[in-house]
């Protein structure tokens, strides 16, 4: 067997056709007001500076405003706290996103926590967890809800299904092992602790990688017939280099029923999820919730 691939970038897109259209619902709605999304920027990765670059981009794609605010690498934490602070009370922000990894000086949970949750469009603050933890609404992670909508895409049944979630990360294996569980999975989550991890992984009709381990998840790890979505996206010790994700693509495709790519796959989700949820907030805030 050849598994299907699950095509993100054709998923991604649908998403962002949908969000550009509710955009212009919603400022029909609101006398011309449209999102915002305010990124912050501290330093000069030039990872992450792609990643600013395209998701405003992204914003202006949609119909969205998008403000960049870049700080410089040695920036303190009193400035870093002074623009949250700001970004928070103004009308015309409707998501805040501080882009991590911070430099060294720095805490990003700290920093993260001091959003306002109503502005949380990375889903990362004490708020927002504990909002996904509680099954009531708010802002979710931006990875984790595009991995959703991918296994809805492939057909792939949750309901009492057993899911395993490699990596346990804030960012993503926690709110991922939550959403899955919503969704009345069962769910195990793999860390590096874990005992006969390719045993355990085994057991899974969904199988979540998200490690940042080039081709860890092998052929002989997956369970025939699941389906394995990798979340990881590593350079390849390759010429010319190349990306590829946690899993073994080529030799898990032969045995799963569905899998994503890298690149292709989760990616694009990322991106699409946070337009979305940058409407959420707006709608939310003038909601008054």
């Known amino acids: 067997m050849s598994a299907e691939i699950i095509d993100g970038k054709t998923i991604a897109g649908r998403v962002r056709i949908g969000v550009a259209k509710d955009v212009e619902a919603f400022s029909q709605q609101f006398g011309g007001a449209?999102?915002?999304?305010?990124?912050?920027?501290?330093?000069?990765?030039?990872?992450?500076?792609v990643y600013v670059k395209g998701k405003q981009k992204a914003c202006q794609e949609v119909g969205m405003w998008g403000f960049n605010f870049p700080l410089a690498a040695d920036a303190s934490r009193a400035e870093v706290v002074e623009l949250i602070e700001r970004l928070n009370a103004d009308p015309d922000v409707s998501g805040v996103l501080l882009q991590l990894p911070l430099p060294d000086q720095l805490d990003a949970v700290e920093l993260t926590g001091m959003i306002d949750p109503r502005k949380d469009v990375d889903g990362l603050t004490a708020v927002s967890a504990g909002l996904l933890a509680l099954g009531r609404e708010g802002l979710r992670p931006c990875t984790p809800s595009g991995v959703m909508t991918l296994l809805e895409a492939a057909g792939a049944s949750l309901e009492g299904a057993e899911a395993v979630v490699i990596g346990r990360s804030n960012l993503f294996g926690k709110p991922m092992a939550?959403?899955?569980?919503?969704?009345?999975?069962?769910?195990?989550?793999?860390?590096?602790?874990?005992?006969?991890?390719?045993?355990?992984?085994?057991?899974?009709?969904?199988?979540?990688?998200?490690?940042?381990?080039?081709?860890?998840?092998?052929?002989?790890?997956v369970k025939p017939g699941a389906v394995v979505i990798d979340v990881g996206m590593n350079r390849a010790n390759s010429t010319p280099p190349t990306l590829v994700g946690?899993?073994?693509?080529?030799?898990?495709?032969?045995?799963?029923?569905?899998?994503?790519?890298?690149?292709?796959?989760v990616g694009p989700m990322t991106i699409a999820f946070l337009l979305r949820n940058t409407l959420q907030a707006a709608r939310m805030q003038r909601s008054g919730a």
């Open 34 to 49: 449209v999102p915002g999304l305010a990124t912050i920027l501290v330093g000069d990765d030039p990872a992450s500076a």
């Open 246 to 265: 946690d899993v073994d693509f080529e030799a898990v495709r032969q045995v799963a029923a569905a899998i994503t790519p890298v690149p292709g796959g």
């Open 178 to 221: 939550q959403l899955l569980l919503n969704a009345n999975a069962t769910v195990t989550i793999c860390h590096s602790r874990t005992r006969e991890l390719a045993e355990v992984c085994r057991r899974a009709d969904v199988l979540i990688a998200a490690v940042g381990r080039a081709q860890m998840v092998k052929g002989d790890w």
